[in-house]
T-cell receptor, first 111, second 114 residues
Framework: LAKTTQPISMDSYEGQEVNITCSHN???????ITWYQQFPSQGPRFIIQ???TKVTNEVASLFIPADRKSSTLSLPRVSLSDTAVYYC????????????FGSGTQLTVLP | DTEVTQTPKHLVMGMTNKKSLKCEQH?????MYWYKQKAKKPPELMFV???????INESVPSRFSPECPNSSLLNLHLHALQPEDSALYLC?????????????FGSGTQLSVL
């Protein structure tokens, strides 16, 4: 079971780049890494998913080193509306492990 | 339509009541999920349906009874709940229960058990 470890909280200022790292030392060969964002009283929202190296979309980048024991979600130029909890999930989607959320990181963006 | 719709948004029930939570999606997704989320905690997986059949039950008490009448609908029937069952109940769907899939979540039903 690939347990994930994330910082409990992070603060940043508007306009800065934010990097949130997730440790998953026991990641398996078939496991993907997925990040979700959640605002209060809403369901989580998919941000990005990757298997290795770097993935980029319109909202974020995901960096995965060669050993895949960690991953870093990068949010460019954050705004106040990026204040949310960010979850890293790891696991083969064919099993329940991909569906198990870790403790998450509360990101607070300050003006 | 990329929405997962959950009803009701809020529900208050007594411990002897029977109620149901409903979830609907029209994205053609074949996998649907129920999660439970307590305040300031991550969502916890309860049930997974794949092609209208229950594929995962995370040892959920029998007072929670899921139902998938068709590929677009998912229900969660509640009976004899306890106050500690008060939580945000989230429904999600994905194209399939397989690799490279992403979950689409509804906004949840905030349940209070008195």
């Amino acid at each position: 079971l690939a347990k994930t470890t994330q910082p409990i909280s992070m603060d940043s200022y508007e306009g800065q780049e934010v990097n949130i790292t997730c440790s998953h030392n026991n990641i398996a060969t078939n496991d993907y890494i997925t990040w979700y964002q959640q605002f209060p009283s809403q369901g989580p929202r998919f941000i990005i998913q990757g298997y290795k190296t770097k993935v980029t979309n319109e909202v974020a980048s995901l960096f995965i080193p060669a050993d895949r024991k960690s991953s870093t979600l990068s949010l460019p130029r954050v705004s106040l509306s990026d204040t949310a909890v960010y979850y890293c999930l790891v696991g083969d989607f064919g099993s329940a492990r991909q569906l198990t959320f870790g403790s998450g990181t509360q990101l607070t963006v300050l003006p | 339509d990329t929405e997962v719709t959950q009803t009701p948004k809020h529900l208050v029930m007594g411990m002897t009541n029977k109620k149901s939570l409903k979830c609907e999606q029209h994205m053609g997704h074949r996998a649907m999920y129920w999660y439970k989320q307590k305040a300031k905690k991550p969502p916890e997986l309860m049930f997974v349906y794949s092609y209208e059949k229950l594929s995962i039950n995370e040892s959920v008490p029998s007072r929670f009874s899921p139902e998938c009448p068709n590929s677009s609908l998912l229900n969660l029937h509640l009976h004899a709940l306890q106050p500690e069952d008060s939580a945000l109940y989230l429904c999600a769907s994905s194209h399939n229960q397989g690799s490279n899939e992403k979950l689409f979540f509804g906004s949840g039903t905030q349940l209070s058990v008195l």
